[in-house]
């Protein structure tokens, strides 16, 4: 009986290619291959040169994120090596430049595409500034397109142009093309978010901790510095492989998640260019606007001081309560408990 043939594309050898993607998926890792091939075009404009982390799904197994190049990667994977502060180590990022690299991270089952906002060598001067648009679970997407036009009002007030896609979950991805440092970029993105959240405060919030957020639409703007965000055409590891796809802003009220996926995409991109280069150019940021951004706080900063606030305050009324149902000995003894907790090295 003869070797059963193996599929091969940019000379890498396919395997398992009718296998189901992932459970719920709809689809196969051949859809996934069949996909990345046909809008490879398009999608690779956005990640040329910029570290690459993918999430990667295998059968029965939960996805999971991949930033580390594995040691068995071709040797032609081009890679960057990056400190990361998080872990304290260096990550070997891969750089996916061309259709080959593609290819070879589709085999992989590789199926969500997140580079950074800045290019390798230069993830100081980020080349767009993000503001990421979230509903609540169970939120309409109506909801989110109207948060995003409060976003477009809110770049248009201090004359800035962005474009939008579907982030391929349940939101929306505004991109604004900038020329600034790291630091400019992330107090410019805080201040068009609290411009968007004043201009309709019952729709929108900036609260990062998410029960302050009273079921309204986040507009997250936390992405920068060495952040990575979904790749427009990136598909997303959820039921049906929806991608994250570019919209014109005058047809965002008539698109919904759902109508891109891996299956439909490649037909709705005939005859289009790639969004790369249809962006509006790069702009420089206002001093204005970037100052008023600094008066704001780091959302994941702040979240983190007042978590730990609440978590005292949840603490002494503990206590508090405690305290009040004893008397003599037993308060003596509780409060000899609480000196211990607090004489626990931190």
């Not at 201040?191 to 900036?206: N, Q, V």
Request: proline share 8%; glycine share 8%.
């Amino acid at each position: 009986m003869g070797t059963p043939q193996r599929d091969q594309r940019d000379g890498i050898a396919l395997t398992h290619l009718d296998e189901p993607l992932f459970d719920g998926a709809g689809a196969t890792k051949r859809d996934l291959v069949d996909y990345l091939a046909a809008v490879a075009d398009f999608i690779l404009p956005e990640l040329r040169h910029r570290p690459l982390s993918v999430i990667r799904v295998r059968g029965g197994q939960e996805p999971f994120m991949q930033k580390n190049v594995p040691d068995y990667a071709p040797p032609w994977v081009q890679t960057v090596t990056l400190y990361a502060e998080s872990s304290r180590r260096n990550v070997r990022y891969a750089l996916c430049d061309d259709r080959r690299t593609l290819t070879w991270f589709a085999n992989q089952r590789a199926v969500e595409y997140h580079p950074t906002l800045g290019l390798a060598g230069h993830l100081d001067r980020p080349t767009q500034l993000v503001l990421d648009i979230d509903p609540p679970s169970g939120g309409e997407f109506g909801h989110a397109v109207a948060a995003a036009h409060l976003i477009r009002r809110a770049l248009d007030e201090v004359g800035l142009a962005g474009a939008v896609k579907t982030s391929g979950a349940k939101g929306l991805h505004v991109y604004v093309p900038i020329e600034a440092s790291s630091e400019e970029a992330a107090a410019a993105t805080r201040a068009i978010a609290a411009r968007a959240e004043r201009l309709d405060p019952d729709l929108a919030t900036t609260a990062f901790i998410k029960d302050d957020r009273e079921g309204k639409v986040f507009l997250d703007a936390t992405r920068a510095f060495g952040a990575t965000v979904a790749a427009a055409y990136s598909p997303r590891a959820r039921p049906g492989v929806p991608v994250s796809f570019p919209v014109q802003w005058e047809d965002l009220d008539a698109v919904k998640p759902g109508d891109f996926t891996v299956l439909t995409a490649p037909g709705l991109l005939a005859g289009s260019q790639p969004w790369a280069g249809q962006r509006p150019a790069p702009q420089a940021l206002s001093p204005d606007l970037v100052e008023e951004g600094r008066a704001i706080p780091v959302a994941r900063v702040q979240a983190m001081h007042e978590g730990k606030r609440r978590k005292r305050a949840r603490g002494e009324l503990c206590v508090s309560r405690s305290w009040a149902g004893r008397s003599g000995a037993g308060r003596h003894e509780l409060a000899g408990q609480v000196l211990a907790v607090m004489s626990w090295p931190s």
